[in-house]
């Protein structure tokens, strides 16, 4: 069955430390994205990427780094110069299809937790 | 920057009441999609609307866009135990963007 893949479900923080999440699809969906979510804030846009090599910021980039050198794989990177990254972080991918009526939902990937520590 | 709101913020029914969630976003939107987030899961996508004053139903739930464009809503009749979860409405800003702005969301306990 395809699917999104995040790993690892959980993950733990030193201060300074960078991590990176990864993000698998095999949907061969075009666009991906990485969300963060906070408890009763709703899902706000880190980065976005609707092709191969390029990406774009989203509302809360600072902190965050991503590339996109295969279809299938956006791992999210959070830096140290990310001052409070507790949170949620959940990957997604889209169909993309030409048009402003026509686009799909996105599918999400089960999730990284992640706790600084 | 473009906001969606979401109310209520929480919403605890009896098994067998209605529900509904408003959504309200600070621009026009050039279509809004819904979606369902069980607890400790992931968001699943459930619908999209696009047509001003589009209603559209699955079901137990029905869907509305506003005839502006700028709000929805979602009401479940006769809830169910397996309607606990957060809904979240999504919009992208007229004309069309690739971003897709979340609202708050709205918890929904049922209670048996």
């Known amino acids: 069955d395809g699917g999104i893949t995040q790993s690892p479900k959980y993950l733990f923080r030193k201060e300074g430390q960078n991590v990176t999440l990864s993000c698998e699809q095999n949907?061969?969906?075009?666009?991906m994205y990485w969300y963060r979510q906070d408890p009763g804030q709703g899902l706000r846009l880190i980065y976005y990427?609707?092709?191969?090599?390029?990406?774009q910021k989203g509302d809360i980039a600072e902190g965050y780094s991503v590339s996109r050198e295969k279809k299938e794989s956006f791992p999210l990177t959070v830096t140290s110069a990310q001052k409070n990254p507790t949170a949620f972080y959940l990957c997604a991918s889209r169909r993309q299809r030409q048009g402003a009526a026509e686009n799909y939902g996105y599918t999400f990937g089960s999730g990284t937790r992640l706790t600084v520590v | 920057g473009q906001q969606v709101m979401q109310i209520p913020q929480y919403q605890h029914v009896q098994e067998g009441e209605d529900f509904t969630t408003y959504c309200n976003s600070s621009?026009?939107?050039?279509?809004i999609q819904w979606y369902k987030q069980r607890p400790g899961g992931h968001p699943v996508f459930l619908i999209q609307l696009v047509k001003s004053g589009e209603v559209k139903k699955q079901k137990r739930l029905t869907f509305q866009f506003g005839e502006a464009k700028k709000n929805s809503s979602l009401h479940i009749t006769a809830t169910q135990t397996t309607d606990v979860g957060t809904y979240f409405c999504?919009?992208?800003?007229?004309?069309?963007?690739?971003?897709?702005?979340f609202g708050t969301g709205t918890r929904l306990q049922v209670f048996p």
């Open positions: 999504a919009g992208r800003q007229a004309p069309y963007t690739d971003k897709l702005i």
């Open positions: 949907l061969n969906h075009d666009a």
């Open positions: 621009t026009t939107l050039s279509n």
């Open positions: 990427s609707q092709i191969v090599n390029d990406f």
